[in-house]
Nanobody, 116 residues
Framework: QVQLVESGGGLVQAGGSLRLSCAAS???????MGWYHQTPGKQRELVAT???????NYADSVKGRFTISRDNAKNTVYLQMNSLKPEDTAVYYC???????????WGQGTQVTVSA
């Protein structure tokens, strides 16, 4: 069982910042952690991912504005969100991939709302 708990979402004005956190409770080593977002009527989309060695990947829409990082000792991944835009409004979900059992886990999601 892998449990992911997200925090840090909220309401901000355009141009503001938020920092999302996701803490994983598991005995397994997590290869990749990431953030995805979803709005009503749309598929869940990748925002950013980070591997254990620290390699990162970003969606084009957030590159240069968002930064993903992780603390392996704490099994926590962060998403620093700067220069937020109204189109960033979505539910953000934490994701963790455990390679040894080839299993993906999802958090419950945290709402991010950016007002104009």
């Amino acid at each position: 069982q892998v449990q992911l708990v997200e925090s840090g979402g909220g309401l901000v004005q355009a141009g503001g910042s938020l920092r999302l956190s996701c803490a994983a409770s598991t005995i397994f080593s997590i290869q990749t952690m990431g953030w995805y977002h979803q709005t009503p009527g749309k598929q869940r989309e990748l925002v950013a991912t980070i591997t254990s060695p620290g390699n990162t990947n970003y969606a084009d829409s957030v590159k240069g504005r968002f930064t993903i990082s992780r603390d392996n000792a704490k099994n926590t991944v962060y998403l620093q969100m700067n220069s937020l835009k109204p189109e960033d409004t979505a539910v953000y979900y934490c994701n963790a991939f455990v390679r040894c059992i080839a299993t993906e886990y999802w958090g419950q999601g945290t709402q991010v709302t950016v007002s104009a």
